[in-house]
């Protein structure tokens, strides 16, 4: 006979890969209980411990009268977000400078022709947005870039650990438009580094820009 923590266990599993692979997107509302049930094909104590398994985890939310939603994607940016709710902007660019140097580094390397490709239209949108005076898009626009040249380094961990970090990097972006610290074509020269494959430039071109915005 399968133990029941055994079966709990397994249902925990089947939900977080629900709300990891996005079939339940963060903000939508996970189905009622007599539906789990017949999707896990387990008894409702189960589902019942196993979904207040995840609310205890940050991954979901019980909203009283209304039902469960899904609140994250993973226990790590839970982790994350409560480690930098207060963080200084400060912090924020330090640990950026230690992950985007890397990653600019490594997508030197690694980038594809499609990532290529893909940097060059990112950098053009980011200018037109700054042009435009649209502080949304300008905030949007660099960002994009920056998750960009993070996947074109194609390590994987790295990803995860930035994609965890995306809220208090893009507030970081918006504080620094705001401020006037990033002009139209600040990254115009990391980008063409990466593009022509030259790693050292394109970490030397990452670690300027941040150590700028640190006053170093």
């Known amino acids: 006979m399968v133990r029941r923590?055994?079966?709990i266990d397994t249902a925990v599993d089947e939900l977080r890969e629900r709300i990891e692979s996005q079939q339940w997107p963060v903000g939508t509302r996970i189905?009622?209980?007599?539906?789990?049930?017949?999707?896990?094909?387990?008894g409702r104590n189960t589902v019942r411990e196993a979904v207040q398994s995840l609310v205890h985890a940050g991954l979901l939310e019980r909203r009283q009268g209304s039902g469960t939603y899904v609140l994250s994607r993973s226990e790590l940016a839970v982790t994350m977000g409560r480690q930098i709710a207060d963080a200084?902007?400060?912090?924020?660019?330090?640990v950026r400078r230690a992950l985007e140097v890397e990653a600019a580094r490594?997508?030197?390397r690694r980038r594809t022709a499609a990532d290529a490709s893909g940097l060059l239209e990112l950098r053009d949108e980011r200018a037109s947005a700054y042009h435009a005076g649209d502080l949304e898009a300008m905030v949007a626009t660099d960002l994009g870039l920056h998750r960009a040249i993070v996947r074109a380094g194609a390590n994987p961990l790295l990803v995860t650990l930035y994609e965890n970090l995306l809220d208090a990097i893009g507030e970081n972006i918006r504080f620094n438009f705001v401020t006037d610290a990033h002009g139209h074509d600040a990254h115009d020269h990391l980008v063409e580094a990466i593009v022509a494959g030259d790693d050292q430039t394109a970490a030397d071109e990452t670690a300027r820009y941040l150590s700028a915005l640190l006053g170093e």
């Open 31 to 42: 189905p009622a209980e007599p539906a789990l049930v017949d999707l896990l094909g387990v």
């Open 5 to 7: 923590t055994g079966l």
């Open 88 to 94: 200084r902007q400060r912090d924020v660019v330090e």
């Open 106 to 108: 490594l997508a030197a």
